[in-house]
T-cell receptor, first 117, second 113 residues
Framework: AQSVTQPDIHITVSEGASLELRCNYSYGATPYLFWYVQSPGQGLQLLLKYFSGDTLVQGIKGFEAEFKRSQSSFNLRKPSVHWSDAAEYFCAVGGGPNTGGGNKLTFGTGTQLKVEL | ETGVTQTPRHLVMGMTNKKSLKCEQHLGHNAMYWYKQSAKKPLELMFVYNFKEQTENNSVPSRFSPECPNSSHLFLHLHTLQPEDSALYLC????????????FGEGSWLTVV
């Protein structure tokens, strides 16, 4: 069974500081990996995704993530955080085209990011 | 602005009421989903539809009844709900199944009193 662990429930950073949100996954084959962001009262917005190829992927809003197969990780990073980045961030893992059973995403429990001015 | 629109955004209903959540996607996708987001819990997949046919029911209680009349519209009919069903219900869509990116709507906040 696939699973996602986001070990940090809450993270507080100062505006302008760098950010890294951790994500570890468990999946039996090459996974498809996603990061979503959810602002208060809103739905989920896709930040970036990894399907294959270059293990460092760039997303919107200046975010990037690196897929490390040996560590089963897909950590999200941003070099300089803005106050508007305060939100909840979700990592998700899903199967590829040959996995069968539909497009099931398994989500982590989320990391709440607070930005101090 | 999202290509997946959900209405209503907020709904308060009694345990004996019957109500429906509506979702419409403007992305030309063929697959649609209902997810449930409760406080302190991971998002839970409820139902998956592909080309109007249900392909996944994740052991959802029968008081939740989905309907997918076409690839652009998805409904979630609600009846005799319990207070623990209060949550954010997210609709989503994707081009197809099997690894395609899933795009979410803004959700419908449901409160059962």
């Amino acid at each position: 069974a696939q699973s996602v662990t986001q070990p940090d429930i809450h993270i507080t950073v100062s505006e302008g500081a760098s950010l890294e949100l951790r994500c570890n996954y468990s999946y039996g084959a090459t996974p498809y990996l996603f990061w979503y962001v959810q602002s208060p009262g809103q739905g989920l917005q896709l930040l970036l995704k990894y399907f294959s190829g270059d293990t460092l992927v760039q997303g919107i809003k200046g975010f990037e993530a690196e897929f490390k197969r040996s560590q089963s990780s897909f950590n999200l990073r941003k070099p300089s955080v803005h106050w508007s980045d305060a939100a909840e961030y979700f990592c998700a893992v899903g199967g590829g085209p040959n996995t069968g059973g539909g497009n099931k995403l398994t989500f982590g429990t989320g990391t709440q990011l607070k930005v101090e001015l | 602005e999202t290509g997946v629109t959900q209405t209503p955004r907020h709904l308060v209903m009694g345990m004996t009421n019957k109500k429906s959540l509506k979702c419409e996607q403007h992305l030309g996708h063929n697959a649609m989903y209902w997810y449930k987001q409760s406080a302190k819990k991971p998002l839970e997949l409820m139902f998956v539809y592909n080309f109007k046919e249900q392909t996944e029911n994740n052991s959802v209680p029968s008081r939740f009844s989905p309907e997918c009349p076409n690839s652009s519209h998805l409904f979630l009919h609600l009846h005799t709900l319990q207070p623990e069903d209060s949550a954010l219900y997210l609709c989503a869509s994707s081009r197809g199944l099997g690894g395609n990116t899933i795009y979410f709507g803004e959700g419908s906040w449901l409160t059962v009193v």
